[in-house]
């Protein structure tokens, strides 16, 4: 299974990027032995409308276009619940143990993601009722997915 993240906005040179990219190798090297198949991460521009509405659209549209066929879409969600970690690892093996080719993460602009987007979502996840900067958004989500495969691993890094 193959997990991918769907990001509106980049993140530049920093420490951000420097520790997002150390939990993405992290778990590119632990996940292979529990039958992943890599972490992808698309990077989409933020759209430039005038309007909120038309923002949210024309994201939607691009975000839509990078999920593959028969992939399981979650959604970074504000109103989505507030899993707890060994919940997420459970739910994202279960989906490998069924065969699901993909699970793919998404976080949305600064006005967030479309309705279409969020009622597609098998999950959404929202990382307690804080706002957050994109930026750690991400830091977040890829030590989720790293603490995703040592919990499927039985390695101590997660203690619970």
């Not at 991918?4 to 980049?10: F, H, L, S, T």
Request: net charge positive; aromatic share 6%.
């Amino acid at each position: 299974m193959r997990i991918g993240v769907i990001a509106v906005g980049r993140l530049k040179q920093g420490p951000e990027r420097e520790l997002a990219e150390r939990y993405r190798e992290r778990f590119d090297d632990l996940g292979r032995k529990l039958g992943f198949r890599g972490l992808d991460l698309h990077e989409l521009p933020e759209s430039r409308a005038r309007d909120a509405a038309t923002r949210i659209s024309e994201e939607a549209a691009a975000i839509a276009a990078l999920i593959p066929d028969r992939s399981v879409l979650v959604c970074l969600d504000e109103r989505g619940q507030n899993i707890d970690s060994a919940s997420l690892a459970a739910q994202i093996g279960r989906w490998r143990d069924e065969g699901v080719p993909a699970a793919v993460f998404v976080i949305g602009g600064a006005d967030g993601l479309s309705p279409e987007l969020r009622r597609r979502a098998k999950l959404g996840v929202a990382f307690g009722a804080a706002t957050w900067p994109h930026q750690i958004v991400r830091v977040l989500l890829f030590e989720q997915i790293y603490r995703t495969a040592t919990i499927l691993a039985g390695h101590p890094y997660h203690r619970a």
